[in-house]
């Protein structure tokens, strides 16, 4: 599974994550690192989520920058080059997921530029990087972890100051109009993140109707559709050293065409 990995700079750290790192890095600059097979909808992150259990370390990608990954992904990336020296890793710092909630971060290409690190239920240790940029227009996962962070921010353990920033159309098609995750989760009439087989159906429905039918509504590619910007956006993003390459080595048994 190839992915492209989205470098989210910190630009300022919870109270909690800040005294975890205290000056490990070394003066490095700290991005969080989230794997997407959709980046031409980066336009539309309204926030990252990272898993409250999971274990994220800082590794040193180079002698200026550090990552904020699973020790797994750290891993995968020193073998892909990504991190050097090649198959090196150094590990500067363990965070828990629950101490990265309400970093703030910078998002490449979004129209919101600064958004908060949230927690998310669902989010695998085993799946890409183990932090998930969330884009609630198009991902039903994200749309539903918005909506129940919004409902209950006492019970999350959350500011809600921290889910203010509205889901914002990046994509329009024909069956959805220009929000598809939020008509998706309607459609499939999902409650909670907890609905995890509804949201698995319904990740697969906007992957192939945003894939298929889709239309960029904004960015530099606006009008164009999905399958000639995907690549586009992805390349656009790699270049200004926004993005890298990421793949998963295992045969996945999941996952549709993206
Ligand atoms: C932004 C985005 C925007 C995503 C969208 C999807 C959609 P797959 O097919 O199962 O590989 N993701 C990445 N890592 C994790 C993780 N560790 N745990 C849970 N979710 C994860 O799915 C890859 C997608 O799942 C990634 O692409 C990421 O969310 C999430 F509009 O990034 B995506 C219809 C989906 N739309």
């Given at each position: 599974q190839e992915y492209t990995a989205i470098k989210m700079e910190v630009a300022e750290w919870s109270p909690a994550a800040k005294e975890a790192l205290g000056d490990k890095a070394g003066g490095r600059k700290v991005f969080l690192v989230a794997a997407t097979l959709r980046p031409e909808t980066m336009y539309g992150q309204t926030n990252c989520f990272v898993g409250t259990g999971i274990k994220y370390g800082v590794f040193a990608a180079n002698d200026s920058e550090a990552y904020l990954c699973t020790l797994r992904a750290a891993r995968n990336m020193a073998y892909q080059g990504s991190i050097t020296p090649r198959g090196n890793i150094q590990q500067l710092a363990e965070i828990d997921g629950s101490k990265i909630v309400g970093t703030k971060i910078n998002a490449p290409f979004?129209?919101?530029?600064q958004v908060y690190v949230l927690p998310m239920e669902?989010?695998?240790?085993?799946?890409?990087?183990g932090v998930v940029t969330s884009v609630p227009s198009d991902s039903p996962d994200d749309f539903q972890t918005l909506t129940d962070l919004r409902k209950k921010p006492e019970f999350y353990k959350i500011d809600p100051a921290w889910v203010a920033i509205d889901p914002v159309p990046v994509i329009s098609t024909?069956?959805?109009?220009?929000?598809t995750a939020p008509a998706v989760v309607k459609q499939f009439k999902i409650q909670s993140q907890k609905d995890t087989k509804q949201l698995a159906e319904a990740k697969e429905v906007a992957y192939k109707e945003g894939f298929y039918n889709g239309t960029m509504l904004i960015g530099e590619f606006k009008g164009q559709s999905v399958q000639e910007a995907k690549t586009k956006v992805r390349d656009a993003m790699i270049k200004e050293n926004k993005a890298f390459a990421y793949a998963e080595p295992e045969v996945r048994t999941s996952g549709v065409v993206a």
């Open positions: 979004a129209l919101n530029p669902n989010v695998l240790a085993t799946k890409g990087t024909p069956t959805y109009g220009d929000m």
